[in-house]
């Protein structure tokens, strides 16, 4: 199992030490582009045309509920090209 498929694994198991980097790269992959918070802002936006944005704070470990964001955004994505 490649690295890309265990951190899958992982999401799909809303893991409890997810790290913002490695949801960042899912994201990222996926097509998301991350905006950088202003003003000290711990939050970063990860925007995709057609999509909700999804914001998560860079804190460590991440909560559960941004794992689940991500996982449900991924799954709806996975969806959208199957119904295609």
Same mark, same amino acid.
């Given at each position: ?13 809303? $893991?409890n030490d997810?790290? =913002?980097?490695?949801? %960042? ?9 991350m905006?950088?918070? *202003?003003?000290? $802002?711990?939050?970063y936006? =990860?925007?995709?045309? %057609?999509?909700a ?9 991440i909560k *559960?509920?941004?794992?689940e ?11 959208q090209h199957?119904?295609?």
């Amino acid at each position: 199992m490649s690295s890309w498929d265990k951190l899958i694994a992982r999401l799909q198991k809303l $893991s409890n030490d997810m790290r =913002f980097d490695e949801l %960042g790269k899912i994201l990222r992959a996926y097509g998301y582009t991350m905006s950088q918070p *202003r003003r000290g $802002s711990s939050h970063y936006t =990860f925007r995709k045309a %057609g999509c909700a944005p999804i914001t998560i704070p860079r804190h460590e470990p991440i909560k *559960r509920v941004y794992v689940e964001m991500v996982r449900d955004a991924i799954e709806s994505e996975e969806k959208q090209h199957e119904d295609d």
